[in-house]
């Protein structure tokens, strides 16, 4: 039986428990090309990757950027393992493989890891998410005030051009703030909803009549006391 954490023991998508792995870059051996250090282990054989971690869906946990290339793997850096955040579940965008059937790049969603953290809880859990900024943002009231919308309109609505637009409709899919409808047409997703239901909760509301009249009440005492007081400082002993 191999050893646990072996090269070859690796499953994709099965969570590892373990800190110390066997440098999959030069099998353990610490050299990488024959006689050189490898640059992956600095010639330990054995590499350190936070867990829980899972192998390199990417580079399909052999840690080079090409199957027998001497490039390391961009996604994982060589180690063939990377740091997840649990819970996890397989990457709806890449189904897993960590990139686009056929393409050279890592998949943008899941960062070529093929898994993703699951963001939503159970149900009644409380969702966290985050604000984004900028272009972004406007790009998401965007869609929010018209349901759904496409490049050609968040690019006119930011003041972007369609390409710049593609982006920020594709940074707001990784963070999970919309979701594709249809080709080129976005919805708000479950947390990008949850952005919008906080800031309404947020807003404060006119103060009704009956408040008014207090605070204007507090406000005279206030002044009253103020020439009560002033007056006593006046006086002449
Ligand atoms: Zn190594
Ligand atoms: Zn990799
Ligand atoms: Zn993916």
Redesign the pocket.
């Known amino acids: 039986m191999r050893r646990s954490g072996g090269a070859y023991s690796r499953k994709t998508g099965q969570i590892l428990r373990q800190e110390i792995y066997d ?1 999959v ?2 099998k ?1 051996t ?1 050299e ?1 090309p024959p006689g050189s250090k ?1 640059p ?2 600095k010639g330990k ?1 054995k ?1 350190h990757t936070k867990p829980p971690a899972i192998a390199c869906a990417f580079c399909k946990g052999r840690g080079e950027d090409k199957p027998r290339m001497a490039l390391t793997c961009s996604v994982c850096r060589g180690k063939g393992v990377v740091s997840v955040q649990e819970p996890i579940k397989t990457c709806p965008t890449c189904g897993g493989r960590g990139r686009s059937i056929g393409s050279a790049l890592y998949c943008m969603t899941c960062k070529g890891k093929g898994v993703v953290t699951v963001k939503t809880g159970k149900e009644g859990d409380r969702v966290t998410v985050r604000r984004p900024g900028g272009t972004e943002w406007d790009a998401l009231e965007i869609i929010h005030e018209n349901g759904r919308a496409g490049r050609v309109e968040v690019g006119k609505g930011t003041r972007v051009s369609s390409s710049y637009a593609e982006y920020v409709l594709k940074s707001l899919l990784n963070k999970q703030l919309i979701e594709k409808e249809s080709r080129d047409i976005f919805v708000l997703s479950q947390a990008g909803k949850v952005i919008f239901e906080k800031i309404e909760a947020k807003k404060p509301k006119k103060p009704k009549v009956e408040e008014k009249k207090v605070e204007e009440k507090k406000i005279k005492e206030k002044l009253e006391k103020i020439n009560i007081e002033n007056l006593e400082e006046y006086k002449i002993s």
């Open positions: 440098c870059f030069c353990g610490g990488r490898c992956v282990c054989g590499v």
